[in-house]
């Protein structure tokens, strides 16, 4: 199985500063349709999982743009231009290029 | 409005069996591969089972293997989770998400407890 690795566990962020999340994947994720299936949820406290971002850089049309994604094969980014209140959570990538798609552990934003 | 209802959740005991439903609407579902994905009390999310638009083909995590069975019916814009055997292990929250590969919407979830 694909093993997908995030860092930081947890992100303490001041308000107004930006936040970077990584993730990295065991094997690389380029499907063989030519697209990159990684895509990032972020999970409020108390909430079901919402997609932020798809096929590595795609913005989800509900997302705010001080969220972004990057990156290719192994290596992926999730950036948070600004920190807002409402950005507390854990985040989560997920990999659905290879049976079975695997999620990161997370990493939790919380507000320093 | 894109809307993904998760139901069938309870308390049940080691050995039992439990069939979740989620009841879909909003959106042509006929046309959709949908997925289920699990999260243990206080722990990350796991993928569990995928099936595909017209229910030929399917796709499980191998903790569930042999033990679940992801279905659906078009007819009732409706997918399903038959589980059996079930253990502690399979406590969790379990959603229902729309799409396989880019997961777009997910429901509420529902909670299965699994204990004696």
């Known amino acids: 199985d694909v093993v997908m690795t995030q860092s930081p566990l947890s992100l303490p962020v001041t308000l107004g500063q930006p936040a970077s999340i990584s993730c990295r994947s065991s094997q690389s994720l380029v499907y063989s349709d030519g697209n990159t299936y990684l895509t990032w949820f972020q999970q409020r406290p108390g909430q079901s999982p919402r997609r932020l971002i798809y096929k590595v850089s795609a913005r989800d049309s509900g997302a705010p743009d001080r969220f972004s994604g990057s990156g290719s094969g192994t290596d992926f980014t999730l950036k948070i231009s600004r920190v807002e209140a409402e950005d507390v959570g854990i985040y989560y990538c997920?990999?659905?290029?290879?049976?079975?798609?695997?999620f990161g552990g997370g990493t939790k934003v919380e507000i320093k | 409005e894109v809307q993904l209802v998760e139901s069938g959740g309870g308390l049940v005991q080691p050995g039992e069996s439990l069939r979740l439903s989620c009841a879909a609407s909003g959106f042509t579902f006929r046309s959709y591969w949908m997925s289920w994905v699990r999260q243990a009390p206080a722990k990350g999310l796991e993928w569990v089972a995928t099936?595909?638009?017209?229910?030929?083909?399917?796709f499980y995590v191998d903790s569930v293997k042999g033990r679940f069975t992801i279905s659906r019916d078009n007819a009732k814009n409706s997918l399903y989770l038959q589980m059996s055997s079930l253990t502690a292990e399979d406590t969790a929250i379990y959603y229902c998400?729309?799409?396989?590969?880019?997961?777009?919407?997910w429901g509420q979830g529902t909670l299965i407890t699994v204990s004696s």
């Open positions: 997920m990999q659905a290029t290879h049976w079975p798609f695997t």
């Open positions: 998400a729309r799409e396989a590969r880019i997961s777009d919407y």
């Open positions: 099936i595909k638009p017209d229910g030929s083909q399917m």
